[in-house]
């Protein structure tokens, strides 16, 4: 268990250092920061003064290598745009952002496992069909398009919910519809299938034989084994939703991170758009490492390779 | 992608596979989609491009205020919409194909590649898969358009490069078991040079996964450059994205609905055939195994 | 999973009608654009400009119904010289923190942003202050460094008065983020995209006195989310509405829209200066007539302005001083011509540009669709205003499709002064022009300055730096149990607004 840890635990960094020189080749060679700090006045004499102010002249490596030790002290650079530290300005917004994953995640697993379950109960019978043609739909929506929707519909012909901000839990009733609905056909799609594996196994065959009641069976034991893969994926589309965010708050106008992230982009503001790709990757890297030592805790074959 | 050789070579599998009903279905209406976008010049009169600013926001034809020849309305500049979604339907599919086409060369290279060789090689390259999976993708497409600036060019070159990990996985997985089966050792024991191996022996016997790969991966595509293009850092006007309509017509949806509904529409409809083809080949290509 | 329910049980519970409006004497308001700070000498964006007007005083004001100038933080003024007013001001006024407002505050404020090392952005609104000086604890004199018409303009509109004790112990960076003022707002809260302001209390018996208690502004940047807040009651009232929406949405029962005149123009400027990169087609003086003829003014105001928007042939607002209509060059919309003279130039072929627009994009796209027609593909982009704005300014932009308000001054100074001054603006660089605005700016005398706008004019058309291309009309909507005026200087006054 322990090497398995180590192992793991490895890769993540290593992954993590990765990205960390992707983001540092975005912002510092795939444009020229210098240009980039400078007044619009600047002449050519002021944008080598700030070159050498900055370091920007110093050679690429020693420049990843400040870059490293910034990250690590949590100085993730100033914003071209406004001039404020970007750690803040990230900071500022990341509770409103990760109420909106978590909300949407949420969102989906309440659907994805009841249908998935109800989906393997009845294979291949007009309800399976039906829970598929579902998954295959919530896979086809755009998330932007089915946000406008919500907002056409429940906002202003019904006027039954708030459409933009985040200011009460209300507000974020549509934007997790929107984004929640995205995730759910993938994680309805594994419950199914591993539940129908459980289902298929000897085990649950010796009990049903035993005469245990279907019921019983299938939530003792079958959905404890079948969601073993589901944890997984959530920690994946955990990940797919802080990309997937960028949209919806752009959408709904909640101010977040994603909404940070849409604004920078649209004005190439190169610190604030690195920190957040680095930002959310590392949350990826965490999140699939914690899922998959969850896995491997509750997974007595890996638990036991120790 | 053309159709690999070994299942020319059975076509019992293809006829069971016309079986499967979301096969045909979702075939069917890719299909149709697909004729309909290369005849769009011969379907409609009109130029997509051209507006008509006098004759603008007409609406379709089930509704009052329409204008005879335009049978979907017009839009914002008064341009025919069932020409601008037909044209979409192209930008969409092309988009979405030569991506794939793309990464699915990518990935399939680097699959076949770890998959043979383990050890070492499969490490380095398992690694290369685990670092992109761990960067999003919208934010990474959006953060190289921010800096590219969106054409149609970068735009299907940015999500070519970006969604070969499937392709990476699957390929892998499947050529590490393809490299034991008693074939494959025959084709090297009798000395047959290591492309070879790989591009008769392996390849097509992975093909039915990489094909399956290949169908939701068309459906992240179209659904990922309608993203970036409805962020407004995609796809430029004047060209007729399905997502760039969706943008352009949204400040007009609250009185003109159909500008946001039809394309929208379409997107669904297009991602939701591609996908139901997808569903129906996996299955048919499994029960065609057993 | 039973938590999460009844949390969203909760949430539709709590979105059950929403305190607003005017239950609680509140206003909830809706911009597009992020507000970039409160200090008025460093945020020049027109939301920064609404903004600052609520949050502080200046020492007269323009009385937006008479037009007149009237006493706000001075009571009376006088005009010693030719170059010296002199201000006494009002008595017992305090800012919100509870310090009095005497001499030292106008003396501070004024002395410390007409020195150009601090950075005040729009640089014409301080630059022509010498000296401010205290006569007594009650009256100050603001020298100008010569004479300059435009003094009470610019007192009256741009200039601020700031508790100098306060801003001096907490700098401009901070105080941009926490201002003190003495207007007849004061501010809250600032965060997650939502600023509150509330009625100054102590405020004294003003012209300017509120009547709404809370003002909410909201920054929704996606026009269509904004439009459905106001239709589905989320907001009470927005601006830079499309001026389609305007009409359908006066339709609907309990929302006003309105499109109001503005002093705005709206231009295409060209990148005469070749500030893009060398050899760019548009210097060729062909090519920009070719833009000029490709055009078709008239359909884009007929179908896509609206209001009583206008086609005009000038680069400056045709009620402006100085902005003479006659002496302009003018381009009738003419195709062929424009292919001609684009084969002349050796683009038969015709040619590519890159081009920048915000405002309203299906204007930009009609645009983008006449210079196909005769053969230049213009790649657009459609960007918020200040991210376009920069382009140009920064050089980046060959075809910039934008628009320009002119302070609400009428005169030409104020448009032709600020593109074609050598300036970031200038993206034209003519030097024979840059020397007749230079020279009408330093002068008072009328016919000088009306004769040497009047050469610009025809040299600027003549050389077709532009395309001269309408005037703005401000699309407004709002609940229409809101009593609001719109004011043809773009400037929305909440403190007269009232329930």
Same mark, same amino acid.
């Given at each position: ?306 | ?290 | ?325 006659? /002496? ?5 919309? =003419?195709? *062929?011509?424009? &292919? %001609?003279?684009? @084969? #002349? +130039? ?91 605005? /230079? ?5 008072? =005398?009328? *016919?000088?300055? &009306? %004769?040497?706008? @009047? #050469? +610009? ?43």
């Amino acid at each position: 268990m322990l090497r398995f840890l180590l192992q793991r635990l490895i890769v993540a960094a290593a992954v993590a250092l990765t990205v960390s020189v992707i983001t540092f080749v975005l912002s510092h060679v795939a444009i020229d920061p210098a240009v980039a700090v400078a007044p619009d006045s600047a002449t050519d004499a002021d944008i080598a003064a700030i070159r050498a102010q900055y370091g920007f002249d110093r050679p690429l490596p020693v420049q990843y290598l400040g870059y490293l030790g910034d990250i690590v002290t949590l100085d993730l650079g100033t914003s071209y745009l406004t001039g404020e530290p970007v750690a803040g300005m990230i900071a500022e917004r990341v509770p409103t952002t990760a109420l909106l994953a978590v909300f949407s995640i949420l969102f989906a697993l309440a659907l994805a496992i009841p249908l998935g379950v109800l989906a393997a109960s009845f294979p291949n019978t007009m309800i399976d069909r039906l829970c598929l043609l579902l998954a295959v739909a919530g896979q086809a929506i755009p998330n932007f398009w089915a946000g406008l929707i919500l907002i056409l519909i429940f906002g202003v012909n019904l006027q039954w919910l708030p459409i933009s901000g985040s200011s009460s839990l209300a507000h974020f009733v549509l934007p997790t519809i929107a984004l929640g609905t995205f995730a759910m056909p993938a994680l309805m799609r594994l419950t199914r299938a591993g539940m129908l594996d459980v289902l298929a196994s000897d085990f649950v065959r010796t009990h049903r034989a035993m005469g245990l009641a279907p019921a019983a069976i299938l939530f003792r034991w079958g959905l404890s084994n079948a969601l073993l893969p589901v944890i997984s994926l959530t920690a994946v589309q955990f990940g797919f939703m802080l990309g997937g965010s960028i949209i919806i708050e752009s959408v709904f106008a909640i101010h977040g991170v994603g909404y940070l992230a849409w604004q920078s982009f649209s004005r190439a503001d190169m610190p604030v758009i690195q920190a957040i790709v680095l930002l959310v990757s590392l949350a990826y890297i965490v999140l699939t490492l914690a899922a998959d030592l969850i896995n491997a805790w509750m997974d007595p074959r890996i638990r036991s390779a120790a | 992608m053309s159709v690999p050789a070994a299942q020319v070579r059975r076509p019992a599998r293809w006829r069971a596979a016309l079986t499967h009903k979301s096969l045909v279905i979702g075939g069917g209406v890719v299909l149709l989609i697909a004729i309909a976008a290369i005849l769009a010049p011969v379907l409609t009169p009109f130029d997509p491009a051209q507006p008509d600013i006098a004759n603008r926001l007409k609406s379709p034809f089930w509704m009052a205020d329409t204008v005879p020849g335009h049978y979907l309305g017009t839009d914002q500049l008064g341009r025919d919409y069932l020409t601008r979604l037909l044209y979409g339907a192209r930008i969409s599919l092309v988009i979405g194909l030569v991506a794939v086409a793309i990464s699915a060369t990518i990935g399939i290279t680097l699959g076949l590649v770890a998959g043979y060789f383990g050890g070492k090689v499969d490490a380095v390259i398992g690694f290369v898969i685990t670092t992109r999976l761990s960067m999003p993708l919208v934010l990474i497409a959006l953060a190289v358009v921010a800096i590219a600036g969106g054409s149609l060019t970068t735009v299907t070159l940015v999500i070519g490069l970006l969604i070969w990990d499937q392709f990476a996985v699957v390929t892998r997985t499947a050529t590490q078991q393809a490299r034991s089966a008693d074939y494959v050792r025959a084709a090297e024991a009798m000395g047959c040079s290591l492309p070879h191996i790989l591009a008769r022996e392996i390849l097509p016997n992975i093909m039915p996964a990489v094909i399956v790969v290949a169908t939701v991966e068309l459906a992240n595509a179209i659904l990922l450059e309608a993203a970036l293009s409805f962020l407004g850092l995609g796809v430029q006007a004047p060209l007729p994205s399905w997502g760039l309509m969706l943008s352009e017509g949204k400040n007009f949806m609250f009185f003109d609905p159909w500008l946001i509904t039809l394309p929208g529409l379409c997107l669904v409809t297009l991602t939701m055939a591609i996908n139901l083809m997808g569903d129906g080949l996996r299955d048919a290509l499994r029960s065609g195994r057993r | 999973m039973k938590f999460h329910a009844s949390l969203a049980l909760a949430a539709l519970v709590a979105a059950s009608p929403a305190m607003a409006g005017p239950d609680d004497n509140s206003l909830t308001i809706g911009l597009g654009e992020e507000l970039p700070g409160f200090d008025g000498y460093t945020s020049t964006s027109r939301d920064g400009v609404v903004m600052t007007r609520h949050l502080f005083d200046t020492l007269i004001w323009r009385n937006p119904e008479t037009f007149e100038y009237e006493p706000l933080l001075a009571t009376e003024w006088s005009r010693i010289d030719d170059r010296t007013y002199e201000f006494k001001l009002r008595e017992g006024v305090t800012f919100t923190d509870g310090s009095p407002f005497a001499a030292d505050d106008v003396v501070g404020t004024l002395t410390y942003w007409s020195n150009p090392e601090n950075g005040a952005r729009s640089q014409s609104s301080v630059s022509w202050i010498e000296t401010v000086e205290a006569v007594d604890d009650m009256t100050v004199r603001i020298v100008s460094k010569e004479p300059f018409p435009a003094a009470l303009e610019f007192v009256a509109g741009s200039l601020p008065i700031y508790p100098w004790d306060y801003f001096e112990e907490v700098g401009a960076e901070t105080f941009n983020r926490e201002p003190v003022g003495s207007g007849p707002y004061k501010l809250e809260t600032a965060q997650g995209g939502t600023t509150t302001l509330s009625i100054n209390e102590t405020y004294y018996d003003s012209p300017k006195a509120a009547s709404i208690e809370t003002l909410m502004i909201r920054t929704i940047p996606d026009d269509a989310t904004r439009i459905a807040e106001l239709l589905g009651g989320g907001i009470d009232w927005t601006w830079n509405v499309p001026a389609d929406q305007v009409a359908q949405i006066d339709s609907v029962p309990g929302r006003t829209g309105v499109l109001g005149s503005t002093m705005r123009i709206a231009f295409i400027g060209l990148d005469a200066a070749g500030r893009t990169g060398e050899g760019n087609p548009l210097t060729d003086v062909k090519v920009r007539q070719a833009i000029n003829h490709a055009i078709d003014k008239a359909a884009i105001v007929a179908n896509l302005v609206g209001g009583d928007g206008e086609v005009i042939d000038v680069p400056c607002y045709p009620m402006q001083f100085g902005c003479d209509v006659d /002496a302009a060059v003018t381009y009738d919309y =003419d195709p *062929e011509k424009a &292919k %001609a003279l684009l @084969a #002349e +130039a050796g683009f038969a072929d015709g040619l590519t540009v890159s081009m920048t627009s915000y405002r309203d994009r299906a204007r930009a796209e009609a645009v983008q669709a006449y210079l196909a027609a005769v053969g230049i593909t213009a790649n657009l982009e459609m960007l918020q205003a200040r991210a376009s704005f920069s382009g140009w300014r920064e050089g980046q932009t060959e075809v910039w499709y934008g628009d320009w308000g002119s302070f609400s001054i009428a005169d030409a100074q104020a448009s032709l002064g600020n593109f074609f001054d050598g300036s970031s603006n200038d993206g034209f660089r003519d030097e024979e022009v840059m020397a007749l605005v /230079a020279e009408a700016a330093g002068t008072v =005398d009328e *016919e000088v300055r &009306k %004769a040497n706008y @009047a #050469e +610009a004019i025809k040299l600027i058309t003549e050389r077709a730096y532009m395309v001269p291309m309408h005037t703005v009309v401000m699309g407004y909507a709002y609940d229409s149990a809101l009593n609001f005026t719109p004011n043809v200087d773009e400037i929305p006054r909440f403190f007269t607004a009232s329930w």
